[in-house]
Structures are given as C-alpha cells and as structure tokens.
C-alpha cells in the first residue's frame, strides 16, 4: 500500500507530493482568485481534507480541452485567450470534512491550464491549476484515492 499524500498550500500557491515524510515532487499552482470557502457558487478554493476521486484524460495528448470532462478539443500551447480552460488531465477532489463535502458537486479539479504564465498567484475559479506538463507527470503519481489537504 502506498504512503503518497499530497499538500497544497493557498498561502505559497505550491502543491506538494510526498511519499511518507520525504518531498518527491513540489509545483506552482494556482488557486482562487475569491480566496478560500466551501460555498455553492463562490469560485473559492476549498480547505480540509480530500482525496483524489475520478481522473479524466490519461490518454489526451498534452493541451486537450475538457468541458464537462469531456475532451472537446486541443489549445494550441502558448496561445492567448482569457477564457479558463481545462485542459489535458483532470484530478476530480473529493471532500472528505462537513465543510467541504460539496467539493465533487462544485466540480472543483487539479487540472492543466491556458493561464500558465499566472501560476504562482491566485487566478482560478476554484480550482488548482497546473502546468499542463506538471500535471501530467503528477497525474501518473497520483493514482485515485490518495489523500490531499489543502490549507
């Protein structure tokens, strides 16, 4: 059985993965832009415990865009655009506290972004966006079930 855990920090905008107590992985990411809550409808970020629930795209070439998990089709690397995309990998959350059981019903992913070059800061909709070549890696290290904290 695996000792994988995952840590993700909204103060330093870094999530962590750790195997027992050593650090094997560690990348930017961002999260929500309206700050941390549980609400329906806030565009928060969630805190307490969850783990990682259904993941979407293992066979999705890098820069697939998802809508409804689905792929609908592929961002060209480097372009432009404001819209907040999900693109190539989707870690589902699933909240595991009262607080924050709504998490899988309010659709809040790990997943790739367009917005790379705003990684570091507090930019999504609730979500934790990653590098698409990031989460792509950690999409492979993380299988479904591993437990997760954000705080």
């Not at 404001?82 to 998490?103: F, K, M, P, Q, W």
Request: glycine share 12%; proline share 4%; hydrophobic share 30%.
């Amino acid at each position: 059985m695996s000792n994988l855990r995952i840590e993700v920090s909204v103060e330093t905008q870094c999530l962590r993965l750790y195997e027992g107590d050593q650090e094997i992985r560690s990348y930017v990411i961002s999260t929500a832009a309206n700050g941390t809550g549980c609400e329906e409808g806030s565009n928060c970020t969630p805190l307490g415990r969850f783990e990682i629930g259904e993941k979407f795209g293992h066979e999705a070439p890098m820069g697939t865009i998802f809508r409804g998990r689905k792929p609908v089709g592929e961002w060209a690397l480097g372009g432009k655009s404001d819209e907040d995309l999900i693109l190539s990998r989707i870690l589902c959350l699933v909240g595991l506290d009262e607080d924050n059981a709504n998490t899988q019903s309010r659709y809040i992913y790990i997943h790739g972004t367009n917005q790379e070059d705003l990684l570091g800061q507090p930019v999504s909709h609730g979500c934790v966006r990653m590098r698409n070549d990031e989460v792509m890696e950690f999409f492979d290290l993380a299988p479904e079930g591993t437990p997760l904290c954000i705080d």
